[in-house]
């Protein structure tokens, strides 16, 4: 079952950045957003108080569809670490483990392209908060295991150049 709840999507306030988000009636949103200088990240983040944000563990996916010439990462944000290009603060796959602006982990799996879907699963019910990975249905494992996070976290992307992504909205069976 789906969540009633529509996804909206805002940017970080980069100038001259592009965000366009359509919604179609079975809740999946189209999303186009395009960077306005190369090498300086746009971040787009969840903006609606959507039910699943607010459950203490959550998983969501995104289907990249066009990413030619450029560099996607997908994560997870705060509202206060959502910052415009390389300020924000996060935790974020690209194929490496990044906090948004360092590589943590290099090599934890491959680099997004057209086609992939990635998953980014939020545990937070016992002991640490862990922040798991998946690229095209295959579990990469912990990203991020962390002391006890209470902030609300949103799913979040970081652009360097133009893409086109799918974001289905999550079903209350995948938490």
Do not use: A, M
């Given at each position: 079952m789906a969540l009633t709840n529509t996804s909206s999507w805002i940017g970080d306030g980069s100038d001259q950045s592009v965000l366009k988000s359509s919604s179609s009636e079975d809740g999946v949103s189209t999303i186009s957003f395009s960077s306005a200088k190369?090498?300086?990240?746009?971040?787009?983040?969840l903006d609606a108080m959507n039910d699943f944000v607010q459950m203490k563990s959550f998983f969501f996916e995104i289907q990249a569809t066009n990413t030619s010439d450029s560099s996607l990462a997908v994560?997870?944000?705060?509202?206060?670490?959502?910052l415009p290009g390389w300020k924000t603060k996060g935790y974020f796959?690209?194929?490496?483990?990044?906090?948004g602006s360092a590589g943590l982990i290099l090599g934890?799996?491959?680099?997004?392209?057209?086609?992939?879907?990635?998953?980014?699963?939020?545990?937070?019910?016992?002991?640490?908060?862990r922040v798991i990975f998946y690229h095209n249905h295959r579990c990469l494992g912990d990203g991020f295991s962390l002391a006890v996070i209470n902030d609300v976290l949103y799913p979040c992307l970081h652009l360097s150049g133009k893409a086109t992504v799918k974001f289905p909205m999550p079903a209350r069976d995948n938490f």
């Open positions: 190369k090498g300086t990240p746009f971040n787009i983040r994560g997870l944000v705060s509202k206060n670490g959502f796959y690209n194929g490496n483990i990044t906090n934890f799996g491959s680099p997004i392209k057209s086609g992939d879907t990635i998953g980014v699963y939020l545990h937070r019910e016992s002991g640490p908060c």
